[in-house]
């Protein structure tokens, strides 16, 4: 998979500060395909949970990570997720879906039921 554009809805130029931000991105494959995706910089996550005052991050779907927010990291982070013939970026779209393959009750399916003798789960 290839990417054909990145858009960025918020410019580039106008986030105040590029090591401490996130923003969304839409993706357009040379394929046809279309994503959006969250980038955001380690920083953005701690001045987030000091913000928020939590101890950790939520469970939530995943984000890009990048350094700095500028174009050519964005670019150079998206096309790693775009190897595999594109494997990284429709599980990142995929993962923050509720339903279809990542419907709430598709993992249990797809993982049956742990037997705890047999299983690295622990049931709790």
């Known amino acids: ?10 410019a580039l130029d106008t986030i105040p500060n590029v090591l401490d931000d996130n923003i969304d991105v839409f993706v357009e494959t040379e394929e046809g395909l ?5 980038v955001c910089t380690p920083a953005f996550y701690l001045s987030w949970m000091e913000k928020e005052n939590l101890e950790f991050v939520p469970a939530a779907p995943p984000d890009v990570i990048v350094k700095e927010l500028n174009h050519e990291n964005i670019k150079n982070a998206l096309e790693t997720y775009c190897e595999d ?22 993992p249990d399916e797809m993982m049956g039921e742990p037997d705890p003798e047999e299983s690295d789960i622990t049931p709790h």
């Open 1 to 10: 998979m290839k990417i054909k554009e990145i858009t960025y809805p918020t």
């Open 34 to 38: 279309r994503f959006t995706m969250t």
């Open 85 to 106: 013939h594109g494997y990284w970026m429709k599980l990142y779209f995929l993962a923050g879906q509720r339903d279809g393959i990542f419907a709430e009750e598709k």
